[in-house]
């Protein structure tokens, strides 16, 4: 059973970076396809990012590409999203998300394993 602990949230200014941390536990790490997905209130849940079991490629909405980088390190069984130019927009609760048959899909209902989540605030 694979259990996974965002961190790394918290209230940042327009235009600032920020990197998020999801540890994994409980599994084989190297063998999941990793993503992030975000939820704004009163919105549903959206894709943001989504990684490899290499980290050999990504996929990335359009609304965080150019901004967002997904990266592992297999080593540490850590999943990150760094966050750069944030916008008032990027407010939400962020997810990260394991798929055991190691897809790096967009869709939420591919995953398996869920995070309890971590909040990005960005004022402006």
């Known amino acids: 059973q694979v259990q996974l602990v965002e961190s790394g949230g918290g209230l940042v200014q327009t235009g600032d970076s920020l990197r998020l941390s999801c540890t994994s536990s409980?599994?084989?790490?190297?063998?999941?396809?990793m993503g992030w997905f975000r939820q704004a209130p009163g919105k549903e849940r959206e894709f943001v990012a989504a990684i490899t079991r290499t980290g050999s490629f990504a996929n990335y909405a359009d609304s965080v590409k150019g901004r967002f980088t997904i990266s592992r390190d297999n080593a540490k069984n850590t999943l990150y999203l760094q966050m750069n130019s944030v916008k008032a927009e990027d407010t939400a609760v962020y997810y990260c998300a394991a798929d055991e048959a190691g897809s790096w899909s967009s869709r939420a209902t591919v995953y398996g394993y869920w995070g309890q989540g971590t909040q990005v605030t960005v004022s402006s």
């Open positions: 409980g599994g084989t790490f190297s063998r999941y396809g």
